[in-house]
């Protein structure tokens, strides 16, 4: 078993490394053009915010719609950080990710408290008070945004970043405190009944959550150099939260699968202008009339999947969707 | 104190407005348990459907209202058939997201058939002013006319609700759907009911905005809706004399909140109140605390 772990993640190190080095291989020879390549750092960020919410949303149960509010402050302090302060890019984006990680503990302490759909009320209002707040001031540009934050996010940074956000939601996921959030979406009573401190443990998965949205909020604004109260509308929360619930609540692998399959089909209907959105709207509601439980369902895609290996996702086949 | 009047009067037409968009999400919530994201886009084509039969066919502005109510609350209906139905039973959060997708999807069918333009709302009713106590009260026809419409579109929902029978299944489903079931109640026409009535609520809603501000947008039905489900939270959600009171609370804090302060912070300033709300009594005005049971 021990053998078969360390050559399935063999197999996966080689794999991302081929990626990786095929990638940066094809921008040294510019064989990708700049429209591929933004919609590459999308895929990215975009998985970013998938994996982050699915944790919040799909592992602990609490339905948050505040997604984009998260980003905005990474966006915002990072390039506060960089383009006022003058500090280098990695202190910046830790910066970022840290004061959306303690503005998660702060605004998910009292709402957390609430359950289901008020919960999802009183985070779609944080969001916009975060953007009506970004409006008033001035510091940060008021409604016309921040412009001219330097470009400091390279293929890379984006790529360690992201691994390593799957890498160590994934590894929370399944530590015990992964299991005890998991416990309280399956039934909070129960779980408190069983000993599990059911606040500290949502407003754990809520603060890592946010803190990861700021992380990818401070990788977006360093590619894209203009940030904007208006890019953080709650649309962008919908969009994290339609990858999460496309690729299947719960599953990690689902919410990478959805994130970058909607990047591709964003680009993809690019051309056809006004029309793209309503295409993407119908396919959303298409994908969810025939697949409510979404892509994935709580099944985790893995080489076992892929390999056809006996033993399956073990836990996951338990779980059903969040109510 | 004019200022305070002025506000006030401006709150009270917007909050009429506020109140008949969250009766209808209010209703749908009591009777599914669905934040219908789309209510806001069923207003902007019931202010559509209004703006063209004033603009277009030269109809009164009564007889253009009531078209728009129809064409509404057969688009709600169709909404709920085509795209709630079949996710009845599949979990909540699959139907939001298909609420946010419908809303999607008519948002931006409204961007590319109607363009991206404001177009102007006819005056199809004449505009006047009336003051009160030397000027210190101003209030315009559309002023009165949101107020009234608003007034009677409440007596007759009341109406509804309480003396038919429609209304009296309505109120039963939402208690206990199964129980309603069992008692030979069709669920699904009440709710199909519950839409239309909703949807022509939203339209009325919807030609009265586009009055107020003498404008039309594809896109004008997304805040107001926000807003709107706001006011029915606080009023306390599936509870029809909170919405009311709700809609209006809100109109009126925002008007406010603009005349003495700052029209950017008119939203912050709600959704404040929202979440103040929701910590201190999450079931709002009106709205009893029931315990979760095991």
Known sequence: MKAMRLRNNLIIAVCLAVLYFGIAYAMKQRMLSSFHQVNLYLMGINIIMAVSLNLIVGFTGQLALGHAGFMAIGAYVSAVMTLKLGQPFLLAVLVGSLATGVVGVLIGLPPLRLRGDYLAIATLGFGEIIRGLLININYVGGAAGMNGIPKLTTWTWLFIFTVATVLLIKNFINSSHGRACIAIRENEIAADAMGINTTFYKVLAFSIGAFFAGLAGALYAHYFFLIQPQTFTILKSFDALVMVVFGGLGSLTGSIIAAVAITVVNAALQSLGALRMVIYALLLVVVMVFRPQGLMGTKEFTLRTLLRQKGGSGLHDYRKQVD | ?294
């Open chain 2, 1 to 294: 104190m004019d200022l305070f009047f002025a506000q006030l009067i401006n709150g009270i037409s917007l909050g009429s407005i506020y109140a008949l968009i969250a009766l209808g999400y209010t209703m749908v919530y009591g009777i599914i348990q669905l934040i219908n994201f789309a209510h806001g886009e069923i207003l902007m084509v019931g202010a559509f459907v209004g703006f063209f039969a004033i603009a277009k066919y030269d109809m009164n502005f009564f007889a253009a209202m009531l078209l728009a109510m129809l064409a509404s609350a057969l688009l709600g209906v169709i909404i709920e058939r085509v795209a709630y139905k079949p996710l009845r039973n599949s979990g909540r959060l699959a139907a939001l997201i298909t609420a946010i997708g419908v809303s999607l999807f008519l948002q931006n069918g409204g961007l590319f058939v109607f363009g991206t333009n404001f177009q102007s709302f006819p005056q199809a009713f004449p505009k006047k002013t009336f003051q009160f106590l030397d000027g210190m009260i101003t209030i315009t026809s559309y002023q009165i006319l949101i107020l009234v419409v608003t007034i009677l579109m409440m007596l007759f929902l009341n109406y509804i609700v309480s003396y038919t029978k429609t209304g009296k299944a309505m109120r039963a489903v939402s208690y206990d759907k199964d129980a309603a079931l069992m008692m030979g109640i069709n669920v699904d026409t009440i709710i199909s009911a519950t839409f239309a009535i909703g949807s022509a609520f939203a339209a009325v809603a919807g030609v009265l905005l586009g009055l107020y501000y003498q404008t039309v947008h594809p896109l004008m039905g997304f805040m107001p809706g926000l807003k709107a489900f706001v006011a029915a939270v606080l009023g306390g959600i599936g509870i029809i004399p909170g919405a009311m009171a709700g809609g209006f609370l809100l109109g009126i804090v925002e008007a406010l909140v603009s005349g003495y302060w700052s029209t950017n912070y008119r939203d912050v300033v709600v959704f404040l109140i929202l979440i103040v709300f929701l910590i201190v009594k999450p079931s709002g005005l009106f709205g009893k605390d029931t315990g979760e049971k095991v």
